[in-house]
């Protein structure tokens, strides 16, 4: 590379150099803003804004939902397999929604430490497969982890 | 047939976010062939008058 | 520098890369329909559907490979950003200003196609997560690349600028692949582009793989044609178009 070429080389580095660090820094700054929920365990820990809605993620703990009868009303726990935390809703859920399914609900904590969702997005995992592999595989898992019993 | 225009209940999702794609994706190739086309008229009158 | 050698790039490049792409162009198109027939025949009817998303999931097969091209024609930009600034070349700039209609495109794409499945699945068109995010942010560099080259009068400044643009916005790509991995975000984690056997069926990634391959296709088959045009319509003028003129206009006066 001729000296002006090498110049300009090294100005496009500095450029770069310098337009990352920036980046980083302000990623570092905003990382906190920048999660879209909060794990269970986080919110056991006061980590949640108590004075303003936020998003709390979790899996649908097995067996916990219950459909009040008449009504849209729905109770169910959200766990990160640590920590359950008891939710209520009302209102139309997501295909998706499911136990054992990744959800994340926006609302807040009430008094008794019961988190009040005003909306419920279901997320889904980046596993695609057809219904039978995923009954093979689930039939195989619960082989393997429930002992035979007698 | 139908089954495959359902799709599973999900019909209008799948089929228009294909719809729309391909909208957008014919928009892409028509544009520049019409650019193109100008471009090639333009010059013409250009070196026609220029000889 | 040498001036003789500054013209012959500004000047040489163009009247062999026209003519040479125009013999290209057919058979980029006939390989890109030889990809996508058999990618959406199996896309659409003998890929099984999902588990969990049932036929929805097929979205992936229009979502998946353009949000993975919005990526790569913007990696592509910022090397050809690099080959304009240190060495002047002004093939890179057309091939930037170029690409960028079509990077935002298929930008655009990945965020309609990604909204049509969100509302099924999830539950909202939309959410402000930072895989989400950082998506739309690449659409808007897009537009602000296009909008600044156009916006300046001089074109090789216009070049420059757009060039040094290129280069600062390149920092979100990363942003974008790892935002599934750094914050906690609605969309999922990577399926393929991962360390690690793909969570996907093999029905179903055959059909992915080969979208995949066909938008490579359409994407150079676009990127040629919009050159092209922008070769012409920028050097009117130039000997290289005359020429072209010149030949167009006697192998029409042979052919009556």
Request: proline letters at 4%; one cysteine or more.
């Amino acid at each position: 590379m001729s000296p002006v070429r090498k110049k300009r080389f090294y100005m496009v580095l500095l450029l770069l150099t310098g337009v990352s660090i920036a980046t980083f820094l302000i990623i570092q700054a905003f990382s906190q803003n920048m999660m879209f929920f909060f794990s269970t365990t986080e919110v056991k820990q006061g980590k949640a804004p108590a004075d303003r809605d936020f998003r709390l993620g979790g899996l649908v703990v097995n067996h916990s939902v219950q459909r009040e009868s008449g009504s849209l009303k729905v109770h169910f726990e959200l766990t990160d397999s640590q920590t359950p935390v008891k939710v209520e809703y009302s209102g139309i859920l997501p295909d998706l929604f499911r136990e054992g399914q990744g959800i994340i609900a926006k609302g807040r904590l009430n008094d008794q430490g019961v988190f009040v969702a005003k909306e419920v997005l279901a997320k889904h995992d980046e596993n695609y497969m057809p219904p039978e592999v995923a009954d093979s595989i689930n039939k195989a898992q619960l082989a393997s982890s429930e002992p035979v019993q007698p | 047939m139908q089954e495959f225009f359902a799709m599973g209940g999900y019909g209008s999702y799948v089929w228009s976010a294909f719809g729309i794609s391909f909208l957008i994706i014919l928009i892409n190739l028509v544009q520049p062939a019409l650019q193109h086309r100008q471009a090639i008229r333009d010059a013409d009158d250009f070196h026609h008058q220029e000889k | 520098m040498n001036i003789i050698a500054k013209w012959y790039y500004r000047l040489g490049a163009p009247n062999w890369f026209y003519p040479l792409t125009g013999k290209m162009l057919p058979w980029i198109a006939v390989i890109f329909l030889a990809l996508l027939i058999p990618g959406l025949y199996m896309g659409l009817f003998t890929a099984p559907a999902d588990y969990q998303q049932g036929d929805s999931f097929r979205i992936m097969y229009v979502h998946v490979p353009a949000a993975w091209m919005s990526m790569f024609i913007y990696f592509a930009m910022a090397v050809a950003a690099v080959v304009a600034l240190v060495w002047r070349v002004r093939m890179a700039e057309i091939m930037i200003i170029s690409s960028a209609p079509i990077g935002a495109s298929f930008a655009l794409i990945a965020l309609i196609t990604g909204s049509l499945w969100g509302k099924p699945m999830w539950g909202a068109w939309w959410v402000w997560d930072a895989r989400l995010t950082s998506e739309l942010i690449l659409l808007f560099i897009y537009l602000g690349i296009f909008a600044l080259y156009n916006a300046i009068e001089n074109k090789q400044t216009a070049g420059r600028a757009m060039s040094i643009l290129t280069l600062v916005g390149v920092v979100n790509l990363p942003i974008i692949h790892y935002s599934v991995v750094w914050w906690n975000t609605l969309h999922q984690a990577a399926t393929v582009s991962k360390f690690d056997t793909p969570s996907i069926h093999i029905d179903m990634l055959i059909p992915l793989l080969l979208m995949a391959a066909a938008f490579q296709f359409l994407y150079l088959w676009i990127l040629l044609l919009k050159m092209r045009a922008n070769l012409l319509e920028q050097d009117l003028h130039c000997g290289w178009v005359k020429k072209i003129i010149w030949d167009r206009r006697k192998a029409h006066n042979g052919g009556n």
